[in-house]
């Protein structure tokens, strides 16, 4: 069936899904690689003291170890649910406050950050909106952190290949014969451009991490369960995507599959 729903709508529509079950999202959901938080400290100085914009915070993957590191964060989530699970994981850190508000439209402090932060959200946010407002929250060479995570080729391969069966069967807008790619073919030319458009950075720089998470049946389904691609899809088709994966799992891969991301960072500052 196809979805006529304009873009924008759409986007705004799956922003908001994850707060449907942000305990699983907290369980399920996996962290980032240290080498990632390294980074951030060595390229956009995100460390102890540095005053830190986290947008789309989720649970607090990344503001847990941010948090860790001597951060003082303001962390913004539009999910209540999500806020409020982050509040607990975060209930140790004295230096970090979780808000509740939708980024676009949450109004900034007089004091500049260090740094904006954005992990695996920067996407949900209105693009008319994310990089014009996230400049104007940094000081003078303040850093714009985006961090994106991506599957693609390794792991389970075979099982990544066959796998598309169920989604074909299930889900009719999944293109035949998809595949994950491999890491040097994802294209970051967009967000550069769009950085670059504003007039208000500098270069971007890049670093990139591949790492791999070997899953059993269920945590895999758990994860799937987490995607807005996947909730937003009708109950019977979901389930049915699902015991089909879970089936091939089993049947196939006595009981494990691995699936390998990548993750991005991708810093550019003030001028």
């Known amino acids: 069936m196809r979805d006529d729903t304009p873009p924008e709508s759409r986007r705004v529509r799956l922003s908001r899904i994850f707060d449907e079950d942000a305990e699983l999202y907290d369980r399920a959901r996996p962290g980032y690689p240290p080498e990632l938080f390294d ?17 789309g915070a989720g649970t607090g993957k990344a ?19 999500m806020a409020a699970v982050a509040r607990r994981n975060l209930a140790g ?15 900034l402090p007089e ?15 209105d693009p008319a909106v994310r990089t014009v407002k996230a400049a104007d929250a940094l000081r003078s060479g303040g850093a714009l952190a985006v961090v994106a995570t991506q599957h693609v080729a390794g792991g389970s391969e075979e099982f990544f290949a066959e796998v598309q ?6 889900d009719p807008t999944t293109p035949p014969r998809l595949r994950p790619p491999a890491a040097a073919d994802v294209d970051t030319s967009a967000h550069a451009d769009e950085v670059a458009r ?11 991490f591949t790492w791999d998470l070997t899953y059993t049946a269920a945590a895999y389904l758990d994860v799937l369960r987490t995607y807005s691609t996947h909730r937003s899809l009708p109950p019977e088709a979901r389930d049915g995507l699902l015991r089909c994966i879970a089936g ?4 196939r891969y006595d009981g494990r599959v691995t699936k ?3 993750t991005e960072l991708r810093v550019s500052r003030t001028v």
């Open 260 to 262: 390998r991301y990548l």
């Open 111 to 125: 004091e500049p950050y260090d740094a904006v932060v954005a992990a695996t959200a920067f996407h949900w946010i």
């Open 93 to 107: 850190f004295d230096a970090v406050e979780v808000v509740t508000a939708d980024f676009e439209v949450w109004p």
């Open 39 to 55: 980074a951030l400290e060595s390229l956009a100085g995100v460390g102890p003291g540095s005053r830190v914009l986290e947008v």
């Open 63 to 81: 503001t847990v170890p941010l948090a860790a590191r001597g951060c003082r964060i303001t962390a913004v989530e539009v999910g209540a649910d």
């Open 198 to 208: 504003s007039g208000r950075f500098g270069p971007l720089v890049l670093r990139r």
């Open 165 to 170: 069966g169920c989604y074909e069967r299930f």
């Open 248 to 251: 091939l799992i089993d049947g």
